[in-house]
C-alpha cells in the first residue's frame, strides 16, 4: 500500500480542518465551529461526490503550500482564492471549483483569498485526523477537534487516507457574490439604545477591522449610544448576533464564538447573510439593513434552493 | 416560568423567565432545558441555559420559529428530571503564587484574608450556567461581604484552573483566557477536559460545588 501524504511547506495563517461543527454543547460552552462559509464547504465536497460532511482544510486570506506525496489525488478548491500547482517543470495556474489531479511531488500553493477571507481544500479521500464530540472541526480555544486543537504548523505531515475511485470531473460556474449590505433581524435589546443610534446603526456604514477571527467580527463606526444599560446578565448567544459593547461599538459572533455574553444584543444576522458576512475582509465596510422574521424565513429558503442547484449541478 | 417567548435572528427561540438572578428562577430554566433536551424536538441543534433566559437553536431546514415555539409552548413537563444536580468537591490551593488577588481583595473588603477563606470555604455554591469559554462554570452566591467589582484593568491572561470572584459570583477558569474576576486561588482539578470524547465538563449547570482548601505540597502531588 502507498502511503499518501501531504507534507505543509507552508502553514498559512489560520488554517484548520473542518467539517460542518458540533451540536449540542452550547450548554458547557461549546460553540458550532465547523466551516465558515457552509456555502462553498458543501460544494468542495459535492464537487468530488465525498460525502457531504467529508472534513476539509480551511485556509483564511493566505493558505497553505503543501506537497502531495504518494500515488496520485484528485482535490479542488472552493471560495474566491488565487492558487497554483507546481509540477515538475511548470506552474500551472488553479481554477476554482474543479477537480484537479496532484501526483507524486506535486506542490499546491494557495496563495490568497481574494477580496475576501475564507477557502476550502477538499480531497476525494478522508485526512487522517482525530474527531471530538462527532466533528473533526478544530476550535483552538478549547484546544478540541483534529491536529489537537491546534493551527496547521509547518513541517508537519497530514496523512491522506481512504482515496475514492470515483471522482467527478465536472466543474462548477460559480461565482462568490460580494455583498456590502447584511440584513438583520432586531435583538431582544434593540431599545436599550437611542433612538438617533437606532437610525445610525441602520444607515450609517461600519468598517470591518483586523480584530476579526473565527470568534467574531469587531466593527468600527459611528459609536451605538446606549441610554440604559451597557450590561446585562449574561445569556446564550447564537451565530450572527450583533452585541454591542460598553465602548458603543458592534461585534458581530462567528462560529467559534464565546457561547454566552454580557452585552446589549441590537440584532441578529440573518442565516441566510451569514456564509458572505464571514468572506468580508478586514479594511471593508458593511451596511446593515432591517428584516422581518417572515422574509427572512423566505431568503433562507430560496438560499437553500440555490445551494441545493449548485450542488445538482457538479453532478 | 417562561414570562415571553420571542425570536433571536431566524433560527432561535429567546425564552425570558424575568430580570432576577436567583436560584429559583435558575432552577425553573434548568428544568425547561432538562426537558427540552429529553424531548428531542425535531431541528433543535443546541439549548443554551442562564440565569434567567433559555436559547433554543434550530436547524432552518427541518423546522421554524413557530413550529418550535408551539412545540415548547405544548411541552408536556416532568418537575423531577431537574432536581438531579450532583454535589461535586473542589480542591483549592490559596497560596499567594496562586493567589493573585487576594491582596486586592484585603484592602476592597477590609477583611483579612483568613477571614476572606473562612467565609469562602464554609458555603456551598450553585452552578447557574456553564459556558462562555468551555466548561466555565458560574457559580453562586457568595456572602456578602465578599462582594467585590471586576478587577479594573482585566488580566490579558488568567492562568487555567484559577478561581475568581465577582460581585455575587466565582468561577473556575477552565482555560487561560483574559478576564477580570479577583483571583483568589488555583484547583489542580481538570474542569474541562478535552482528552474525554464523552463528558468533558466537570459542572454541569444545576450541580452544587464545595470547595475545600489544600496546601501547595498537596496541590502538587495532584498535578503529578
Excluded at chain 1, 437610525?199 to 467580527?217: A, H, N, Q, Y
Excluded at chain 2, 493573585?100 to 450553585?126: A, G, Q
Aim: proline content about 4%; overall charge positive.
Amino acid at each position: 500500500m502507498t502511503e499518501n501524504y501531504f507534507e505543509v511547506l507552508r502553514p498559512g495563517i489560520n488554517t484548520t480542518f473542518q467539517d460542518n461543527g458540533r451540536k449540542n454543547f452550547y450548554h458547557i460552552g461549546i460553540p458550532f465551529s465547523g466551516a465558515m462559509d457552509n456555502r462553498n464547504f458543501v460544494i468542495a465536497n459535492a464537487l468530488l461526490d465525498n460525502k457531504k460532511n467529508n472534513p476539509v482544510i480551511e485556509f483564511a486570506l493566505q493558505g497553505p503550500k503543501l506537497r502531495f506525496k504518494g500515488d496520485k489525488v484528485y482535490f479542488n478548491v472552493t471560495g474566491d482564492v488565487n492558487f497554483q500547482i507546481l509540477r515538475k517543470n511548470k506552474i500551472e495556474e488553479g481554477v476554482c471549483y474543479q477537480n484537479i489531479v496532484l501526483e507524486n511531488n506535486d506542490c499546491l500553493d494557495l496563495i490568497s483569498t481574494n477580496r475576501s477571507v475564507y477557502g476550502y481544500l477538499s480531497v476525494n479521500a478522508s485526512f487522517k485526523i482525530d474527531f471530538y464530540l462527532d466533528s473533526c472541526s478544530v476550535n483552538t480555544k478549547a484546544e478540541i477537534g483534529a491536529n489537537n486543537g491546534k493551527i496547521l504548523e509547518k513541517n508537519q505531515i497530514i496523512e491522506i487516507e481512504n482515496i475514492t475511485k470515483k471522482y467527478s470531473l465536472n466543474k462548477l460556474d460559480y461565482i462568490n457574490s460580494k455583498i456590502e449590505n447584511i440584513r438583520v433581524i432586531k435583538g431582544p435589546h434593540f431599545d436599550y439604545f437611542s433612538k438617533t443610534a437606532k437610525e445610525l446603526f441602520f444607515k450609517e456604514k461600519f468598517s470591518v477591522t483586523k480584530l476579526t477571527d473565527r470568534m467574531g467580527i469587531r466593527l468600527d463606526g459611528p459609536k451605538i449610544e446606549n441610554i440604559k444599560n451597557t450590561n446585562i446578565k449574561s445569556e446564550g448567544l447564537v451565530k450572527g448576533t450583533i452585541q454591542i459593547t460598553a465602548d458603543g461599538n458592534p461585534i458581530i459572533m462567528l462560529s467559534d464564538h464565546g457561547t454566552i455574553g454580557g452585552y446589549p444584543k441590537i440584532g441578529v444576522v440573518i442565516s441566510a447573510d451569514y456564509d458572505k458576512l464571514v468572506q468580508i475582509p478586514p479594511g471593508s465596510k458593511i451596511k446593515f439593513k432591517e428584516i422581518n422574521l417572515k422574509d427572512a424565513e423566505i431568503i433562507y429558503k430560496l438560499y437553500e434552493m440555490e445551494t441545493q442547484n449548485l450542488i445538482s449541478k457538479t453532478k | 416560568m417562561i414570562k415571553n417567548i420571542s425570536n433571536l435572528g431566524d433560527a432561535a427561540l429567546y425564552c425570558d423567565f424575568g430580570n432576577d438572578v436567583n436560584k429559583e428562577i435558575n432552577s425553573n430554566v434548568i428544568q425547561f432545558f432538562k426537558n427540552i433536551q429529553k424531548s428531542k424536538i425535531p431541528g433543535v441543534i443546541n439549548i443554551t441555559p442562564s440565569y434567567n433566559k433559555l436559547i433554543i437553536s434550530f436547524d432552518l431546514n427541518i423546522t421554524n420559529f413557530d413550529k418550535i415555539k408551539t412545540e415548547v409552548e405544548q411541552l408536556n413537563f416532568k418537575n423531577e428530571i431537574a432536581n438531579v444536580g450532583k454535589l461535586i468537591k473542589i480542591p483549592v490551593c490559596c497560596d499567594n503564587d496562586f493567589a493573585l488577588d487576594i491582596k486586592r481583595l484585603e484592602k476592597l473588603l477590609k477583611l483579612e484574608k483568613e477571614e476572606i477563606y473562612k467565609k469562602f470555604f464554609s458555603k456551598k455554591y450553585y452552578c447557574y450556567m456553564t459556558g462562555f469559554i468551555a466548561g466555565m462554570p458560574f457559580l453562586g452566591d457568595l456572602d456578602d461581604s465578599l462582594y467585590a467589582r471586576r478587577l479594573d484593568t482585566p488580566r490579558v491572561k488568567v492562568p487555567r484552573n484559577s478561581i475568581g470572584l465577582t460581585e455575587q459570583f466565582c468561577n473556575i477558569y477552565s482555560f487561560e483566557s483574559p478576564g477580570g474576576w479577583n483571583i483568589i486561588g488555583k484547583t489542580p482539578l481538570d474542569i474541562f477536559d478535552n482528552k474525554n470524547n464523552s463528558s468533558p465538563n466537570l459542572i454541569n449547570p444545576g450541580d452544587t460545588i464545595s470547595f475545600f482548601q489544600i496546601s501547595k505540597s498537596e496541590f502538587e502531588k495532584k498535578y503529578d
